[in-house]
């Protein structure tokens, strides 16, 4: 921020007067470094802003709260600050007490997506389920089955490639997704499939012509 800006400050359109650096907010995305409004005005617009939006002003505690200890909103009660979730802010915890904050997550995660599970897949992965179930015709990529419920991705790329059956999904899991290893059990299950072979009019034995390991003679 250049120093005469720091001193003199700016006009803010709000207000119509030239109030000093000091009583702006920083914004990094401006170029002057400087919210658009001074404070006092920012404040007024964020509020009202709130009352649009149906967001009723902030509860107080009706008593102080002591050392070590933290006033939940939403229950009314004072609890020790362990109680809290950590968080970035000032205080160094959030303003619901873990209960209540899991509670307005998932509330916030069902209005906005639907569901955490879909919450969760758009935010690690970048895809919804839903958007993928339509792509794959609402069927198991692999098995076809119906109502498929395991996303599939590559743990090397992260990459996601498909909602998958529990038993295909499974499967892809115990080979570690190595292809030759998949490949190597198409082969073996092709080579040993015992078939009935004809030997004698009416006289059958059971044979892998593909391994050509037939069965003992006692068999």
Avoid at 3 to 22: E, I, Y
Avoid at 77 to 93: C, I, L, N, W
Avoid at 125 to 150: N, R, S
Wanted: hydrophobic share 25%; proline share 8%; net charge positive.
């Amino acid at each position: 921020m250049p120093d005469s800006l720091q001193a003199s400050g700016k006009v803010c359109p709000q207000c119509d007067r030239l109030p000093p650096a000091a009583e702006f907010h920083r914004n990094r995305r401006r170029a002057d470094g400087l919210a658009h409004y001074c404070k006092s005005p920012a404040a007024a617009r964020s509020t009202a802003s709130r009352r649009r939006r149906g967001i009723g002003p902030p509860k107080r505690s009706a008593a102080p709260v002591g050392e070590g200890l933290k006033w939940c909103p939403d229950r009314d009660q004072v609890k020790p600050v362990d109680e809290f979730p950590r968080a970035t802010r000032s205080s160094g915890r959030h303003r619901y007490c873990k209960p209540c904050h899991h509670a307005r997550g998932r509330a916030t995660a069902q209005r906005l997506y639907g569901g955490a599970r879909e919450h969760h897949l758009r935010r690690r992965y970048g895809v919804g389920e839903k958007e993928l179930l339509t792509e794959q015709g609402g069927v198991c990529v692999i098995g076809g089955g119906a109502d498929p419920q395991h996303l599939n991705h590559d743990h090397r790329t992260g990459w996601v490639r498909g909602i998958l059956c529990f038993n295909c999904n499974g499967c892809l899991g115990q080979f570690r997704g190595d292809q030759s290893r998949l490949a190597g059990a198409i082969t073996y299950l092709r080579g040993t499939t015992w078939q009935r072979v004809l030997i004698h009019p009416g006289v059958y034995q059971m044979c892998s012509p593909t391994r050509g390991r037939p069965p003992s003679p006692r068999s």
